[in-house]
């Protein structure tokens, strides 16, 4: 009776870092040899990891990273089975491929057959596409071997099982967003009901740019149950254990919810954006409004406080209570905290701009003047301590333009910007679960960006639930006005919203990538012409 000993190695990889990542894999492979395992699955391209983008059309890069698998093959232990995906080249073109690394050579090379170029994938810019099975032996059982969107069809699977497969292994690169987890589990569920053959599914885990990958690295019996299921948003290995053809059943903790997913997401996203590339800290505005003091916390429990710092720039429209609540949750936190008035400053340019300004009613002019001081204040003490911005917009302001170009946008990354407001409250409010870091007054209180007397966010913009809901239909569904006014929202809220989300396009295109958190964020998922004349 075969009896197959697998582990999964949900890594932390670096795209680009050909070493650094092999040599996760070559622990991996070690901890694998010494509990008795047969095989070990990594993630979908992990000598490169995903997504290596244009780093694809380098043929130096494509040939360093088939350097890479010979060395990793040559450095393994012999007779373990090693699963690694790299781009790989042969006389038929490029592929996305799952090699076979066993007794230190390549036995085994799939080629991705069903290449996804929606959303944030573009992998027909760089891939051509296989169309064969791969199946190899290994511990007694035959394992058919797919890549990621391989397993979202069910042509592979079928031609897999046809060629002798008992259990399919998939390594994948599978980005988070808000449900996800669910699609993944209910294609893997159809494949494993047509197949009658289980699963294991490996993913990656991590930041990358504006694409998180959260792990969580199942396995499903045949019957399509989850036997077994990794933790998100960690590095982690795990053994799964074969009665005969049928994985082990192993007690796992369940997903908690889609909030804390949402910011364990976000965490790991700042984490790893920051120590990927090297920053050794952040700085960001304080303003005592319910954004900041967020973006505070995760950047907090991301770094650590010894790593964050906060500016306070008060200006006359701050309210006291904002300053009050800005030094407590700096005091909370035990992060450096420093106020600068920017009154002196304002002062100068209104009085320079005097001039220029004359004959015309004050406006937001006046008002972005405070929030274009800040913006130079912040990237001052970025570029002199080497610490990135982060900004502290969110997706409604984002959506709606309600953001100010050289100003609050300003930055190196933005933590909230494919969160709405909504999900900022509930954020909020799960993470004073957790401890208490954010005054209740912050999440209570009517928003305002305090650039004038007596201002809230709803002078200029729909209520937040309305304008969450519409932003909803029309950017992640794809709705249209008129669909969305049928739903009962109100038309010239609606009318309004969309119009501010055309018009503000060219803002968009200069605000810094941030985490992608929901089906359809602002950026790669997001093309829409700055010039455009159509209205719908």
Partial sequence: MPAMKAVIAQLNLTVGDLQGNADKILAAAHSAVA???????????????????????????????RDAVHRLAAALPPALAVIVGAPWRDEAGLFNAALVLRGGRIEAVHRKCELP????????????????????TVGGLRVGVLICEDVW???????????????????????????HLAARE??????????????????????????VYDGQSFVMGRDGQVTQRLPGFVEAVSVVAFDGKDPRPVRFNRPESAVADV??????????????????????????????????????????????????????FNADISIEDARWMAGVHGVRYDEISIEPIYEALATALSEQFRGYAPDASEEN???????????????KTGH??????????????????YGDMAGGFAVLKDVDKELVYELSRWRNRLGRVIPERVI???PSAELRNNQTDQDSLPEYPILDRIMTLYIEENRSPAEIIAQGLPAADVERVVRLLRINEYKRRQAPIGPRVTARAFGRDWRYPVTNGWRG
């Fill in 35 to 65: 509990v008795g395992a047969d095989l070990l699955l990594t993630p979908e391209l992990s000598i490169c990891s995903y997504q290596p983008e244009d780093l694809l059309l380098r043929p130096s890069f494509v040939d360093a990273c």
């Fill in 117 to 136: 170029n929606f959303g944030v994938f573009d992998e027909k810019r760089y891939f051509s596409a296989g169309s064969a099975a791969t199946v190899v």
């Fill in 153 to 179: 069809h069910p042509g592979v699977a079928e031609r897999a099982r046809a060629a002798g497969a008992e259990v399919l292994a998939v390594i994948n690169g599978s980005p988070f967003d808000i449900g």
């Fill in 186 to 211: 209910a294609a893997c569920r159809e494949r494993a009901a047509e197949q009658g053959l289980p699963i294991l599914f490996c993913n990656l885990v991590g930041g990358q740019d504006e694409i």
């Fill in 263 to 316: 910011y364990s997401a976000l965490v790991l996203a700042v984490k790893d954006y920051i120590d990927k590339n090297r920053f050794p800290g952040i700085v960001l505005g304080l303003s005592g409004g319910i954004d900041s003091a967020l973006v505070l916390a995760i950047a907090v429990d991301a770094l650590g406080r010894d790593r964050v710092r906060c500016l306070m720039l008060p200006s006359r």
């Fill in 369 to 383: 003047l405070q929030s274009r001081i800040r913006g130079t204040l912040l990237m001052g003490v970025s570029n």
């Fill in 388 to 405: 990135l911005v982060l900004t502290t917009g969110n997706k409604s302001e984002m959506t709606t333009g309600y953001a100010t170009l």
């Fill in 444 to 446: 209570t209180r009517a």
